[in-house]
T-cell receptor, first 113, second 112 residues
């Protein structure tokens, strides 16, 4: 079975550039999550969508971060403009219901120079 | 604030031995717990979960134990193999809340 698919796997770009991360959740899952993982902070929830609607974006660091989910099979996380402190691994996860486990993609390793 | 934490940050295990990874949680309202395994360069992978109406659940080579009295969760891996080397996270949530609270993670290294 196809799991959560993220692209790109790696992204290296210069500060100030726009970065777009992409996620395809598991088919049939109606909840989607974006996380950021760093050594210092571990896994941080950035935003949560339910049925394509953003429910909680309180974890989004600042206005430079935005996320969309135009349909049930696609979501994007955008950083504009990017800064070196945004360097991290960004994960997307999906689940079928609140009482079910979240399943993670393999992440995008983002480096902002 | 309340949080999930792990007792030990690293664990070194001889191949073939059993591993026990511990996790303490502080939110007495948590009723659903998950163990994840994260290998280098990959995302957290679901291993096993347990609800608060159970105190033990078994999977393939893994067993999760839940002690609600002392708010303690453990993951036991039988006959540890080199492929079990990874970081293991426990996570908890409350009822229908969507938020998972993750522990800091325990790095397990399997010695040949």
């Amino acid at each position: 079975d196809a799991g959560v698919i993220q692209s790109p796997r790696h992204e290296v770009t210069e500060m100030g550039q726009e970065v777009t991360l992409r996620c395809k959740p598991i088919s049939g899952h109606n909840s989607l999550f974006w996380y950021r993982q760093t050594m210092m902070r571990g896994l941080e929830l950035l935003i949560y969508f339910n049925n394509n609607v953003p429910i909680d974006d309180s974890g989004m660091p600042e206005d430079r971060f935005s996320a969309k989910m135009p349909n049930a099979s696609f979501s994007t996380l955008k950083i504009q403009p990017s800064e070196p402190r945004d360097s991290a691994v960004y994960f997307c996860a999906s689940s079928s219901a609140s009482g079910q486990p979240q399943h993670f993609g393999d992440g995008t390793r983002l480096s902002i120079l | 604030g309340e949080s999930v934490g792990l007792h030990l940050p690293t664990l070194s295990v001889q191949e073939g031995d059993n591993s026990i990874i511990n996790c303490a949680y502080s939110n007495s309202a948590s009723d659903y717990f998950i163990w994840y395994k994260q290998e280098s360069g990959k995302g957290p992978q679901f291993i096993i979960d347990i609800r608060s109406n159970m105190d033990k659940r078994q999977g393939q080579r893994v067993t999760v134990l839940l002690n609600k009295t002392v708010k303690h969760l453990s993951l036991q891996i039988a006959a540890t193999q080199p492929g079990d080397s990874a970081v293991y996270f426990c996570a908890e949530k409350v009822g229908n809340d969507y938020k998972l609270s993750f522990g800091a993670g325990t790095t397990v290294t399997v010695r040949a």
